[in-house]
């Protein structure tokens, strides 16, 4: 198995472009989640889903879109990017059953996320 | 609110030597605990958990310790080793009306001097 894979690693963009971050797991997990790392900084989270075609809002949601149409996928939208989104961002996912997750995170490598 | 913080920043231990790593909770609700490694450029990867109701578990050269009464949980390294450095993360996990979210301390650099 991969575990949880991230695409692109790296990405520098200009004030306003807009990108999306993929993330796929192929662990069969319902859950997934999106976090972003600053320097010193613990993770935060920005958007989670826990199942196909549900999403709900993390800590810091702002200037971010999902969407989950598959068990695997969980791509993560900037529309109008802007400094304050340089990052590192991470994907996760995990396995719950009956809602109370007593499983661990797994995480991808991460996306270094650059706005200039 | 929720905050998961860590007293010491940067650790620098020995080579061989027993690593200690200390993380305070502040919801005395979390039932759930996890620690992370970070080897820099990597994501964060599982090193081991465990739930309210334990106080001890260990795992292969790691303890994790919970102290409910003082929200207190620490990782344990038996005889540190150089691949070990890298970035600790404690994390916790509210009670049920906050679903399965997870809250992140910001991290302790651990150095291991050969």
């Known amino acids: 198995n991969a575990g949880v894979t991230q695409t692109p690693k790296f990405r520098i963009l200009k004030i306003g472009q807009s990108m999306t971050l993929q993330c796929t797991q192929d662990m069969n997990h319902n859950y997934m989640y999106w976090y972003r790392q600053d320097p010193g900084m613990g993770l935060k989270l920005i958007y989670y889903s826990v199942g196909a075609g549900i999403t709900d809002k993390g800590e810091v949601p702002n200037g971010y879109n999902v969407s989950r149409s598959t068990t695997e996928d969980f791509p993560l939208r900037l529309e109008l990017a802007a400094p304050s989104q340089t990052s590192v961002y991470f994907c996760?996912?995990?396995?719950?059953?009956?809602?109370?997750?007593?499983?661990?995170?797994?995480f991808g490598d991460g996306t270094r996320l650059s706005i200039l | 609110g929720e905050s998961v913080g860590l007293h010491l920043p940067t650790l620098s231990v020995q080579e061989g030597d027993n690593s200690i790593i200390n993380c305070a909770y502040s919801n005395s609700a979390s039932d759930y605990f996890i620690w992370y490694k970070q080897e820099s450029g990597k994501g964060p990867q599982f090193i081991i958990d465990i739930r309210s109701n334990m106080d001890k578990r260990q795992g292969q050269r790691v303890t994790v310790l919970l102290n409910k009464t003082v929200k207190h949980l620490s990782l344990q390294i038996a005889a540190t080793q150089p691949g070990d450095s890298a970035v600790y993360f404690c994390a916790e996990r509210g009670p049920m009306e906050y679903g399965n979210k997870l809250v992140f301390g910001a991290g302790t650099i651990l150095r291991v001097k050969s």
């Open positions: 996760a996912s995990s396995y719950s059953a009956r809602g109370r997750n007593n499983q661990p995170q797994h």
